[in-house]
């Protein structure tokens, strides 16, 4: 989990009309890390990647390359 910092919170609050500690029902302003999970039949995760930066995210040929090894 990430702390939302001061700026942010003012956006989430003015320009969306989020009150994210009335959402989350508490005082924190913190949100989940974004990530990607390849998870296999069985429940073996089998690629994993998160990054606290939420405008990091992963290359979408990755993910379907880590899906490809799964085989079928």
Avoid at 9 to 26: P, S
Wanted: hydrophobic share 40%.
């Amino acid at each position: 989990m990430f702390q939302v910092s001061d700026a942010v919170k003012a956006i989430y609050r003015e320009k969306f009309k989020i009150d994210l500690a009335a959402v989350n029902g508490d005082d924190s302003w913190t949100l989940p890390m974004p990530g990607r999970f390849v998870i296999d039949q069985t429940g073996t995760i089998r690629a994993a990647e998160s990054d606290p930066d939420y405008t990091h995210r992963p290359e979408p040929a990755a993910t379907v390359e880590a899906l490809r090894t799964l085989g079928g």
